[in-house]
């Protein structure tokens, strides 16, 4: 059956939103990624919006004050392992923003991408939150899907982050790190940082 444009607009306005709240969690939400083809599952690491960046492009509000600096892993652990067994239920799809998208873009788990309201990798304990999410894959029997971290990649050579991507790498892990500038005039321009 041919899609209708009220579907091909509500299908667009899925992708186009990736609004990082959903409901009363904390630190994940459900979004439809163009990159991945389907649903991802995001993990927001920085629910105090902290950034080592100050992008011109950003859609983080910072004027709002961001949440606690502290990851609640169990939390975190809880949060993942309800999204994914309530989209593969089919009760995203039910939910108004998802429910004239076809089942497949909503039920099947494309990814789990750590990103959110700042830079993941500025979690202290970053490779523990990689562990914990491998870990609720893994108990979902979700082995083919992928683990991201979308990034800047400022911060990939400390130590917690350098464990973490081990972990990543072992489970299906990728990272997608973005490129603002070709040259350092233009780089501190969009991305206004300190950052060398």
């Known amino acids: 059956m041919p899609e209708t444009p009220a579907a091909i607009r509500n299908t667009l306005a899925a992708v186009r939103d990736h609004t990082r709240v959903y409901k009363d969690f904390t630190y994940v939400y459900p979004v439809i990624s163009r990159r991945s083809g389907g649903l991802s599952i995001g993990v927001n690491l920085n629910p105090d919006k902290a950034c080592n960046f100050d992008c011109v492009y950003c859609e983080v509000d ?10 609640d892993l ?52 970053f490779d523990e939150a990689v562990q914990t999410v ?40 990728e990272v997608w790190a973005k490129l603002d500038a070709g040259t350092e005039s233009y780089y501190h321009t969009v991305n206004r940082t300190s950052v060398r």
């Open 62 to 71: 910072r004027k709002t004050p961001g949440k606690t600096s502290v990851v």
């Open 134 to 173: 491998a870990d609720v894959k893994r108990a979902e029997g979700l082995a083919a899907t992928k683990l991201v971290l979308i990034t800047d990649a400022a911060g990939l050579d400390t130590a917690s982050v350098k464990r973490g991507l081990a972990l990543m790498d072992a489970n299906q892990g």
């Open 74 to 125: 169990a939390q975190l652990r809880d949060e993942l392992t309800a999204m994914i067994q309530f989209a593969r239920s089919g009760g995203l799809a039910r939910e108004p923003k998802f429910n004239e998208l076809p089942p497949a873009l909503t039920q099947t788990v494309k990814d789990i991408a750590f990103s959110g309201d700042g830079e993941p990798t500025m979690l202290h304990n």
